[in-house]
Protein backbone atom coordinates (compact mmCIF):
# COMPACT_ATOMS: atom_id res chain seq x y z
CA UNK A 1 0.00 0.00 0.00
CA UNK A 2 0.92 3.43 -0.63
CA UNK A 3 2.56 5.58 2.12
CA UNK A 4 1.85 8.75 -0.27
CA UNK A 5 -0.77 11.11 0.74
CA UNK A 6 -2.18 14.16 -0.72
CA UNK A 7 -2.92 15.88 2.28
CA UNK A 8 0.00 18.26 2.33
CA UNK A 9 -0.43 21.00 5.82
CA UNK A 10 1.44 24.23 4.90
CA UNK A 11 1.72 23.87 1.13
CA UNK A 12 -0.04 26.72 0.81
CA UNK A 13 2.75 28.69 2.36
CA UNK A 14 5.57 27.43 0.72
CA UNK A 15 6.57 29.58 -2.69
CA UNK A 16 6.25 28.21 -5.95
CA UNK A 17 9.90 25.84 -6.05
CA UNK A 18 8.94 24.18 -3.07
CA UNK A 19 5.73 23.46 -3.92
CA UNK A 20 7.28 22.23 -7.07
CA UNK A 21 10.36 20.34 -5.05
CA UNK A 22 7.59 18.60 -3.15
CA UNK A 23 5.32 17.76 -6.30
CA UNK A 24 8.47 16.13 -7.92
CA UNK A 25 9.56 14.01 -5.03
CA UNK A 26 5.33 12.77 -5.49
CA UNK A 27 5.47 12.39 -8.88
CA UNK A 28 8.92 11.01 -9.95
CA UNK A 29 9.28 14.02 -11.56
CA UNK A 30 12.94 13.83 -13.75
CA UNK A 31 14.73 17.55 -13.79
CA UNK A 32 13.85 18.14 -17.41
CA UNK A 33 9.76 17.61 -16.67
CA UNK A 34 10.40 20.27 -13.31
CA UNK A 35 12.04 22.47 -16.11
CA UNK A 36 9.12 22.17 -18.58
CA UNK A 37 6.83 22.84 -15.60
CA UNK A 38 8.65 25.81 -14.27
CA UNK A 39 9.54 27.72 -17.84
CA UNK A 40 8.41 31.32 -17.29
CA UNK A 41 7.46 32.76 -20.64
CA UNK A 42 5.73 35.61 -21.08
CA UNK A 43 4.09 35.07 -17.29
CA UNK A 44 6.94 36.09 -14.19
CA UNK A 45 6.61 33.35 -11.60
CA UNK A 46 5.38 35.88 -8.62
CA UNK A 47 3.01 37.11 -10.84
CA UNK A 48 1.68 33.74 -11.47
CA UNK A 49 2.12 33.23 -7.85
CA UNK A 50 -0.55 36.01 -6.67
CA UNK A 51 -2.91 35.02 -9.61
CA UNK A 52 -4.05 31.18 -8.33
CA UNK A 53 -3.47 29.42 -5.15
CA UNK A 54 -0.47 26.56 -4.99
CA UNK A 55 1.23 27.71 -8.23
CA UNK A 56 4.11 25.20 -9.26
CA UNK A 57 4.21 26.45 -12.67
CA UNK A 58 2.74 26.99 -16.17
CA UNK A 59 1.06 25.39 -18.80
CA UNK A 60 2.02 27.25 -21.93
CA UNK A 61 -1.01 27.21 -25.01
CA UNK A 62 -0.34 27.79 -28.59
CA UNK A 63 -0.88 31.70 -29.15
CA UNK A 64 -2.25 32.41 -32.99
CA UNK A 65 -3.14 35.09 -35.00
CA UNK A 66 -6.75 35.12 -37.08
CA UNK A 67 -6.06 37.12 -40.00
CA UNK A 68 -8.60 39.02 -42.83
CA UNK A 69 -11.28 40.24 -40.54
CA UNK A 70 -13.11 43.28 -40.86
CA UNK A 71 -15.14 43.94 -38.55
CA UNK A 72 -17.67 47.43 -39.05
CA UNK A 73 -15.24 48.47 -41.16
CA UNK A 74 -12.12 47.88 -39.28
CA UNK A 75 -9.63 46.00 -39.97
CA UNK A 76 -8.23 43.19 -37.06
CA UNK A 77 -5.45 40.45 -36.54
CA UNK A 78 -6.99 38.25 -33.78
CA UNK A 79 -4.94 36.87 -31.36
CA UNK A 80 -5.94 33.05 -30.32
CA UNK A 81 -4.77 30.59 -27.74
CA UNK A 82 -5.48 27.06 -28.46
CA UNK A 83 -4.33 23.72 -28.44
CA UNK A 84 -6.74 22.79 -31.52
CA UNK A 85 -5.35 22.75 -34.87
CA UNK A 86 -7.46 23.90 -37.68
CA UNK A 87 -9.38 26.53 -35.84
CA UNK A 88 -7.45 29.75 -36.38
CA UNK A 89 -6.70 28.40 -39.69
CA UNK A 90 -10.49 28.06 -40.34
CA UNK A 91 -11.36 31.24 -38.41
CA UNK A 92 -9.09 33.50 -41.31
CA UNK A 93 -10.40 32.04 -44.25
CA UNK A 94 -13.96 32.59 -43.41
CA UNK A 95 -12.86 35.67 -42.54
CA UNK A 96 -11.26 36.11 -46.30
CA UNK A 97 -14.73 34.88 -47.97
CA UNK A 98 -16.60 37.55 -45.79
CA UNK A 99 -14.59 40.65 -47.39
CA UNK A 100 -16.37 39.93 -50.34
CA UNK A 101 -19.59 41.08 -49.13
CA UNK A 102 -18.11 43.58 -46.46
CA UNK A 103 -16.83 41.70 -43.42
CA UNK A 104 -18.86 41.52 -40.76
CA UNK A 105 -20.90 43.78 -38.89
CA UNK A 106 -20.96 43.45 -35.36
CA UNK A 107 -23.24 45.19 -32.11
CA UNK A 108 -23.89 44.22 -28.54
CA UNK A 109 -26.11 45.91 -25.69
CA UNK A 110 -24.70 47.78 -22.74
CA UNK A 111 -22.64 45.50 -20.30
CA UNK A 112 -25.48 45.17 -17.73
CA UNK A 113 -24.86 41.79 -15.61
CA UNK A 114 -27.51 40.55 -13.25
CA UNK A 115 -26.98 39.80 -9.30
CA UNK A 116 -29.35 37.57 -7.58
CA UNK A 117 -29.83 37.65 -3.85
CA UNK A 118 -31.65 34.59 -2.72
CA UNK A 119 -34.57 35.59 -0.18
CA UNK A 120 -35.66 32.06 1.84
CA UNK A 121 -38.17 31.82 5.05
CA UNK A 122 -40.85 33.93 3.50
CA UNK A 123 -44.63 33.98 5.28
CA UNK A 124 -45.78 35.78 2.26
CA UNK A 125 -43.19 36.00 -0.55
CA UNK A 126 -45.66 37.94 -3.32
CA UNK A 127 -45.82 40.63 -0.53
CA UNK A 128 -42.62 40.86 0.17
CA UNK A 129 -41.66 41.33 -3.68
CA UNK A 130 -43.77 44.40 -3.62
CA UNK A 131 -42.49 45.12 -0.11
CA UNK A 132 -39.02 45.31 -1.73
CA UNK A 133 -39.83 47.03 -4.94
CA UNK A 134 -41.32 50.33 -3.51
CA UNK A 135 -37.84 50.85 -2.15
CA UNK A 136 -36.21 50.19 -5.14
CA UNK A 137 -34.32 53.52 -5.19
CA UNK A 138 -33.28 53.21 -1.77
CA UNK A 139 -31.71 49.76 -2.61
CA UNK A 140 -29.73 50.88 -5.88
CA UNK A 141 -28.12 53.55 -3.65
CA UNK A 142 -26.90 51.45 -0.91
CA UNK A 143 -25.50 49.29 -4.45
CA UNK A 144 -23.49 52.41 -5.72
CA UNK A 145 -22.09 53.32 -2.19
CA UNK A 146 -20.00 50.34 -2.29
CA UNK A 147 -18.31 51.35 -6.07
CA UNK A 148 -18.28 55.09 -6.21
CA UNK A 149 -15.77 54.89 -9.17
CA UNK A 150 -18.26 52.50 -11.30
CA UNK A 151 -20.73 55.36 -10.78
CA UNK A 152 -18.10 57.54 -11.60
CA UNK A 153 -17.63 56.28 -15.17
CA UNK A 154 -21.47 55.62 -15.99
CA UNK A 155 -22.20 52.63 -14.67
CA UNK A 156 -23.55 50.94 -11.35
CA UNK A 157 -26.67 49.82 -10.18
CA UNK A 158 -29.84 50.69 -12.82
CA UNK A 159 -32.65 48.61 -11.88
CA UNK A 160 -33.97 46.10 -9.10
CA UNK A 161 -36.46 43.85 -10.42
CA UNK A 162 -37.64 40.57 -8.77
CA UNK A 163 -39.21 37.36 -9.29
CA UNK A 164 -41.05 35.03 -6.66
CA UNK A 165 -39.96 30.94 -7.72
CA UNK A 166 -41.45 27.49 -6.85
CA UNK A 167 -38.70 25.04 -5.51
CA UNK A 168 -38.49 21.70 -3.86
CA UNK A 169 -37.64 23.50 -0.85
CA UNK A 170 -40.60 26.32 -1.10
CA UNK A 171 -41.28 29.52 -2.66
CA UNK A 172 -38.47 32.21 -2.65
CA UNK A 173 -37.92 35.89 -3.65
CA UNK A 174 -34.85 36.20 -6.04
CA UNK A 175 -33.84 40.08 -6.05
CA UNK A 176 -32.33 40.84 -9.00
CA UNK A 177 -29.94 43.84 -8.89
CA UNK A 178 -29.12 45.09 -12.67
CA UNK A 179 -25.81 46.67 -12.87
CA UNK A 180 -23.22 48.29 -15.62
CA UNK A 181 -20.48 47.21 -15.26
CA UNK A 182 -18.81 49.51 -18.03
CA UNK A 183 -15.20 47.92 -19.43
CA UNK A 184 -15.13 44.99 -16.50
CA UNK A 185 -16.46 41.87 -16.77
CA UNK A 186 -18.07 42.63 -13.43
CA UNK A 187 -18.45 38.82 -11.47
CA UNK A 188 -16.44 41.14 -8.32
CA UNK A 189 -18.34 44.19 -8.55
CA UNK A 190 -21.76 42.80 -9.12
CA UNK A 191 -21.18 40.07 -5.74
CA UNK A 192 -19.92 43.10 -3.99
CA UNK A 193 -23.05 44.89 -4.34
CA UNK A 194 -25.67 41.80 -3.75
CA UNK A 195 -23.69 41.52 -0.76
CA UNK A 196 -24.07 45.38 0.27
CA UNK A 197 -27.88 45.31 -0.19
CA UNK A 198 -28.83 41.96 1.57
CA UNK A 199 -29.12 43.81 5.16
CA UNK A 200 -31.76 45.85 3.69
CA UNK A 201 -33.49 43.30 1.94
CA UNK A 202 -33.97 41.19 4.62
CA UNK A 203 -35.12 43.94 6.69
CA UNK A 204 -38.07 45.47 4.27
CA UNK A 205 -38.95 41.38 3.50
CA UNK A 206 -38.62 39.76 6.63
CA UNK A 207 -36.54 37.03 5.14
CA UNK A 208 -33.23 35.43 5.36
CA UNK A 209 -30.99 36.17 2.40
CA UNK A 210 -29.09 33.13 1.38
CA UNK A 211 -27.18 33.02 -1.75
CA UNK A 212 -25.97 36.92 -3.36
CA UNK A 213 -24.11 35.96 -6.30
CA UNK A 214 -24.12 37.21 -10.13
CA UNK A 215 -25.66 35.06 -12.93
CA UNK A 216 -23.68 33.71 -16.13
CA UNK A 217 -26.82 33.84 -18.29
CA UNK A 218 -26.15 37.72 -18.96
CA UNK A 219 -29.25 37.93 -21.13
CA UNK A 220 -29.00 41.54 -21.09
CA UNK A 221 -25.39 41.94 -22.52
CA UNK A 222 -25.48 40.17 -25.52
CA UNK A 223 -23.27 40.70 -28.97
CA UNK A 224 -24.10 39.98 -32.10
CA UNK A 225 -22.68 39.98 -35.82
CA UNK A 226 -23.78 39.22 -38.81
CA UNK A 227 -22.42 38.27 -42.88
CA UNK A 228 -23.12 37.72 -46.32
CA UNK A 229 -21.24 35.30 -48.19
CA UNK A 230 -20.97 35.78 -51.35
CA UNK A 231 -22.44 32.51 -53.31
CA UNK A 232 -19.62 32.01 -55.60
CA UNK A 233 -17.02 32.82 -53.24
CA UNK A 234 -17.68 29.98 -51.13
CA UNK A 235 -18.36 27.24 -53.83
CA UNK A 236 -21.69 27.94 -55.46
CA UNK A 237 -25.57 27.68 -55.02
CA UNK A 238 -25.38 23.40 -54.05
CA UNK A 239 -22.91 24.90 -51.49
CA UNK A 240 -25.23 27.15 -50.11
CA UNK A 241 -27.48 24.79 -50.29
CA UNK A 242 -25.74 22.38 -47.92
CA UNK A 243 -24.78 24.84 -45.27
CA UNK A 244 -28.45 25.74 -44.92
CA UNK A 245 -29.24 21.88 -44.90
CA UNK A 246 -26.55 21.19 -42.09
CA UNK A 247 -28.14 24.27 -40.05
CA UNK A 248 -31.38 22.61 -40.23
CA UNK A 249 -29.61 19.65 -38.44
CA UNK A 250 -28.86 21.66 -35.92
CA UNK A 251 -32.39 23.24 -35.13
CA UNK A 252 -33.74 20.18 -35.03
CA UNK A 253 -31.57 17.78 -33.18
CA UNK A 254 -29.86 19.03 -29.84
CA UNK A 255 -27.04 16.36 -29.94
CA UNK A 256 -26.17 18.52 -33.35
CA UNK A 257 -26.24 21.59 -31.98
CA UNK A 258 -24.30 20.63 -28.92
CA UNK A 259 -21.62 20.12 -31.41
CA UNK A 260 -22.47 22.95 -34.08
CA UNK A 261 -22.24 25.34 -30.71
CA UNK A 262 -18.88 23.61 -29.17
CA UNK A 263 -17.69 24.66 -32.98
CA UNK A 264 -18.50 28.47 -32.11
CA UNK A 265 -17.00 28.71 -28.57
CA UNK A 266 -13.76 27.14 -30.38
CA UNK A 267 -13.61 31.06 -31.45
CA UNK A 268 -15.03 32.53 -28.31
CA UNK A 269 -12.72 30.56 -26.29
CA UNK A 270 -10.14 31.55 -28.15
CA UNK A 271 -9.97 35.00 -28.09
CA UNK A 272 -10.77 34.88 -24.14
CA UNK A 273 -8.01 32.77 -22.95
CA UNK A 274 -5.77 35.38 -25.36
CA UNK A 275 -7.02 38.33 -23.42
CA UNK A 276 -7.07 36.29 -20.06
CA UNK A 277 -11.36 36.53 -19.63
CA UNK A 278 -13.28 33.90 -17.96
CA UNK A 279 -14.11 31.47 -20.44
CA UNK A 280 -16.03 29.43 -17.87
CA UNK A 281 -18.65 32.12 -17.87
CA UNK A 282 -18.82 32.41 -21.40
CA UNK A 283 -19.79 28.95 -21.56
CA UNK A 284 -21.93 28.38 -19.01
CA UNK A 285 -23.77 31.85 -20.69
CA UNK A 286 -23.82 30.73 -24.19
CA UNK A 287 -25.31 27.00 -23.58
CA UNK A 288 -27.49 28.55 -21.04
CA UNK A 289 -28.74 31.08 -23.71
CA UNK A 290 -28.85 28.15 -26.31
CA UNK A 291 -31.42 26.74 -23.96
CA UNK A 292 -33.27 29.25 -22.86
CA UNK A 293 -35.99 28.40 -25.15
CA UNK A 294 -36.68 25.09 -23.00
CA UNK A 295 -34.48 23.40 -26.25
CA UNK A 296 -31.37 23.54 -26.88
CA UNK A 297 -30.83 25.30 -30.60
CA UNK A 298 -28.03 26.86 -32.39
CA UNK A 299 -26.33 29.93 -31.35
CA UNK A 300 -26.14 30.83 -34.99
CA UNK A 301 -29.04 31.30 -37.65
CA UNK A 302 -28.64 30.76 -41.59
CA UNK A 303 -30.42 31.55 -44.64
CA UNK A 304 -30.44 32.37 -48.34
CA UNK A 305 -30.93 35.98 -49.69
CA UNK A 306 -32.91 37.61 -52.53
CA UNK A 307 -29.54 37.03 -54.47
CA UNK A 308 -29.36 33.65 -53.62
CA UNK A 309 -26.01 34.21 -51.00
CA UNK A 310 -25.70 32.62 -47.30
CA UNK A 311 -26.61 35.01 -44.69
CA UNK A 312 -25.43 33.93 -40.93
CA UNK A 313 -26.50 35.89 -37.11
CA UNK A 314 -24.96 35.29 -34.26
CA UNK A 315 -26.11 36.42 -30.78
CA UNK A 316 -25.02 35.34 -27.58
CA UNK A 317 -24.41 36.51 -23.95
CA UNK A 318 -20.91 37.99 -24.01
CA UNK A 319 -19.65 38.72 -20.16
CA UNK A 320 -16.07 40.02 -21.40
CA UNK A 321 -13.68 42.93 -19.82
CA UNK A 322 -10.68 45.11 -20.72
CA UNK A 323 -10.37 46.26 -17.17
CA UNK A 324 -9.91 44.33 -13.92
CA UNK A 325 -8.80 40.55 -13.03
CA UNK A 326 -6.58 38.51 -14.99
CA UNK A 327 -7.11 40.50 -18.05
CA UNK A 328 -4.94 43.78 -15.95
CA UNK A 329 -2.43 41.95 -14.66
CA UNK A 330 -1.40 38.70 -17.36
CA UNK A 331 1.80 40.57 -19.33
CA UNK A 332 0.95 38.30 -22.42
CA UNK A 333 -3.41 39.27 -22.09
CA UNK A 334 -2.18 42.87 -22.40
CA UNK A 335 -0.15 42.14 -25.13
CA UNK A 336 -2.81 40.15 -27.42
CA UNK A 337 -5.64 43.14 -26.59
CA UNK A 338 -2.81 45.72 -28.39
CA UNK A 339 -2.63 43.42 -30.81
CA UNK A 340 -6.47 43.52 -31.09
CA UNK A 341 -6.80 47.19 -30.76
CA UNK A 342 -9.85 46.99 -29.44
CA UNK A 343 -10.91 50.08 -26.44
CA UNK A 344 -13.50 48.72 -24.98
CA UNK A 345 -15.33 45.51 -23.68
CA UNK A 346 -18.33 46.03 -25.88
CA UNK A 347 -15.43 46.16 -29.06
CA UNK A 348 -14.25 42.76 -27.95
CA UNK A 349 -17.22 41.13 -27.50
CA UNK A 350 -18.17 42.63 -30.82
CA UNK A 351 -15.23 40.91 -32.58
CA UNK A 352 -15.83 37.59 -30.40
CA UNK A 353 -19.33 37.08 -31.67
CA UNK A 354 -17.50 38.08 -35.05
CA UNK A 355 -14.78 35.07 -34.29
CA UNK A 356 -17.29 32.61 -33.49
CA UNK A 357 -19.92 33.19 -36.41
CA UNK A 358 -16.86 33.24 -38.79
CA UNK A 359 -16.12 29.48 -36.71
CA UNK A 360 -19.03 28.12 -37.35
CA UNK A 361 -19.83 29.39 -40.79
CA UNK A 362 -16.19 27.40 -41.48
CA UNK A 363 -17.09 24.11 -39.83
CA UNK A 364 -20.63 23.70 -41.24
CA UNK A 365 -19.20 24.76 -45.09
CA UNK A 366 -15.99 21.77 -44.32
CA UNK A 367 -18.79 19.62 -42.90
CA UNK A 368 -21.25 20.24 -46.03
CA UNK A 369 -18.65 19.87 -48.52
CA UNK A 370 -15.07 17.93 -47.64
CA UNK A 371 -16.21 16.34 -44.28
CA UNK A 372 -14.29 18.12 -41.30
CA UNK A 373 -11.30 15.80 -41.54
CA UNK A 374 -9.61 16.86 -44.10
CA UNK A 375 -8.12 19.87 -43.48
CA UNK A 376 -8.59 18.94 -39.69
CA UNK A 377 -6.46 15.64 -39.67
CA UNK A 378 -3.36 17.75 -41.92
CA UNK A 379 -2.76 19.38 -39.06
CA UNK A 380 -3.52 16.54 -36.39
CA UNK A 381 -0.45 14.76 -38.21
CA UNK A 382 1.92 17.21 -37.39
CA UNK A 383 0.75 17.07 -33.95
CA UNK A 384 0.92 12.96 -34.04
CA UNK A 385 4.34 13.21 -35.53
CA UNK A 386 5.73 15.54 -32.82
CA UNK A 387 4.27 12.78 -30.65
CA UNK A 388 6.36 9.94 -32.08
CA UNK A 389 9.27 12.04 -31.10
CA UNK A 390 9.72 13.85 -34.72
CA UNK A 391 11.72 17.42 -34.24
CA UNK A 392 11.84 20.41 -36.96
CA UNK A 393 11.70 18.80 -40.80
CA UNK A 394 11.08 15.47 -40.10
CA UNK A 395 7.57 16.73 -38.71
CA UNK A 396 6.85 17.66 -42.17
CA UNK A 397 8.17 14.55 -43.83
CA UNK A 398 6.47 11.96 -41.27
CA UNK A 399 2.69 14.14 -41.08
CA UNK A 400 3.20 14.29 -45.30
CA UNK A 401 3.54 10.70 -45.52
CA UNK A 402 0.95 9.68 -43.28
CA UNK A 403 -1.92 12.54 -45.13
CA UNK A 404 -0.67 10.30 -48.17
CA UNK A 405 -1.38 6.86 -46.83
CA UNK A 406 -4.53 8.15 -45.06
CA UNK A 407 -3.10 6.40 -41.90
CA UNK A 408 -2.94 9.29 -39.81
CA UNK A 409 -1.83 7.69 -36.10
CA UNK A 410 0.53 7.49 -33.30
CA UNK A 411 1.45 3.92 -34.53
CA UNK A 412 2.25 4.88 -37.56
CA UNK A 413 3.99 7.98 -37.35
CA UNK A 414 6.78 6.19 -34.86
CA UNK A 415 7.22 3.48 -38.09
CA UNK A 416 7.37 6.45 -40.35
CA UNK A 417 9.85 8.30 -38.17
CA UNK A 418 11.85 5.06 -37.65
CA UNK A 419 12.28 4.18 -41.42
CA UNK A 420 13.16 8.00 -41.93
CA UNK A 421 16.42 7.98 -39.28
CA UNK A 422 16.98 4.74 -39.39
CA UNK A 423 15.81 3.66 -35.99
CA UNK A 424 17.60 6.87 -34.59
CA UNK A 425 17.37 10.30 -34.70
Known amino acids: MSSKTSRLPGFHKLTPTERLRVVKEWAGLSDEEV??????GGLPLDVADRMVENVVGFMPLPLGIATNFLINGKEYLIPMAIEEPSVIAAASNAARMARAKGGFKAGSTEPIMIGQVQVVDLEDPFTALIKLLKIKEEVLAEANRKDPVLVKLGGGAKDLTGRVIDTEMGYMLIAELHVDVRDAMGANAVNTMCEAVAPLIEEVTGGRVLLRILTNLAVERLAWAEAVFDKEVIGG??????????????????????????GIMNGVVAVALATANDTRALEAGAHAYAARSGRYLPLTSWWRTEDGDLAGRIEMPMAVGVVGGATAVHPVAKVARKILGVTSARELAEVMAAVGLAQNFAALRALATEGIQRGHMKLHARSLAMAAGARGHLVDLVARRMVEEGVIRLDRAKQILEELTGGGE
Not at 35 to 40: I, M, Q
Open 237 to 262: PEVVEAILKAYAFASADPYRAATHNK
Open 35 to 40: KLLSAE
